[in-house]
């Protein structure tokens, strides 16, 4: 439903630069159609802008790089907590945790999720209360927990997950002790976008 066509004879992963990938997205006008496409054994991913009216076509062709798929696996997790939330005010949060270290503590609790930060300036923590009864349904907080879940992460690359806070209004975090943490933007009714963080572990002295 994301795509006017989409054709994918079997399953292919392509790696890419995201900077070069952003250089030639700036081509693109805002109202432009995109077309992708890659070959089985390629090295390039071709790239066609055309303008609504069809009076303007661009290509491009940006290299691929090899980039070994199974290392980028994801294995099958039961999620202890999870955590749905509006993702303006995740970004809000991450953002001022910012100013005072560089790395939160996210907990999940009966009570709520915590935000916590210490660093030389001070210390900060922000509770989100469950909140499921909101008119707007990106604006509802919920929370399904099967048990506590506490984990502290680097603030410098929750940071840049905010920055997909524009697909829409809600994130949802998944947590469980000792695995990376799952940060997820729905993108409408079409798909999602999700990153994936791996916890600090501090050794025992």
């Known amino acids: 439903e994301g795509f006017e066509h989409y054709r994918c004879d079997r399953p292919i992963s392509l790696g890419f630069n995201a900077a070069n990938m952003g250089k030639i997205l700036k081509c ?3 109202d432009d159609i995109i077309t992708l496409k890659a070959e089985d054994d390629g090295d390039a991913l071709t790239m066609m802008f055309e303008s609504p009216n069809g009076d303007r076509i661009a290509d491009f062709e940006l290299k691929l790089m090899d980039i070994d798929s199974e290392q980028l696996g ?20 991450i953002r001022d945790m910012q100013v005072l270290g560089d790395t939160a503590t996210i907990s999940c609790t009966k009570e709520g ?6 660093g030389d300036l001070g210390t900060g923590n922000v509770l989100v209360r469950q909140n499921s ?15 506590p879940v506490e984990l502290t992460f680097a603030l410098r690359y929750l940071n840049f997950f905010t920055k997909a806070t524009s697909l829409g209004g809600t994130v949802i975090l998944s947590m469980s002790p000792e695995v990376p943490v799952v940060v997820e933007y729905p993108i409408g009714e079409t798909g999602y976008i999700k990153y994936y963080l791996a916890p600090k572990i501090e050794e025992d002295e």
């Open 113 to 118: 999720v915590r935000f916590s930060v210490s």
């Open 74 to 93: 994801i294995p099958e997790t039961d999620y202890k907590c999870t955590i749905q939330m509006p993702s303006g005010e995740f970004q809000r949060i």
């Open 133 to 147: 009864s909101h008119e707007k349904e990106e604006e509802r907080v919920m929370i399904e927990m099967q048990e």
């Open 28 to 30: 693109a006008g805002n």
